[in-house]
């Protein structure tokens, strides 16, 4: 598949918000991990699975193995790269 440059300049974004804002809060692992997820999501032009108006967090973690529940910060903090993704 060939990408736009939008698409990718997106990527990069969301790739960027991971390093920046997601980096302090999970292990590097869990980080790479989350990235992923969130770029598949962009790939695939999916969304993430929902919870009412918030992400599901139990899914997400046990989809990108998280080894703990998120914390109240992590998911604050990723909801905000989530809604990027709905508004993307």
């Given at each position: 598949?060939?990408?736009?440059?939008?698409?990718?300049?997106?990527?990069?974004?969301?790739?960027?918000?991971?390093?920046?804002?997601?980096?302090?809060?999970?292990?590097?692992?869990?980080?790479?991990?989350?990235?992923?997820?969130?770029?598949?999501?962009?790939?695939?032009?999916?969304?993430?699975?929902?919870?009412?108006?918030?992400?599901?967090?139990?899914?997400?973690?046990?989809?990108?193995?998280?080894?703990?529940?998120?914390?109240?910060?992590?998911?604050?903090?990723?909801?905000?790269?989530?809604?990027v993704?709905?508004?993307?």
């Amino acid at each position: 598949m060939i990408m736009n440059p939008t698409a990718r300049s997106f990527q990069h974004k969301i790739a960027g918000f991971c390093e920046i804002r997601l980096a302090p809060l999970v292990s590097p692992a869990e980080l790479k991990r989350l990235t992923a997820y969130m770029l598949a999501l962009v790939n695939d032009q999916a969304l993430p699975p929902m919870k009412g108006k918030a992400v599901d967090w139990t899914e997400i973690a046990a989809a990108c193995r998280l080894a703990a529940k998120p914390s109240a910060k992590l998911m604050r903090v990723g909801q905000h790269g989530f809604d990027v993704l709905f508004a993307g």
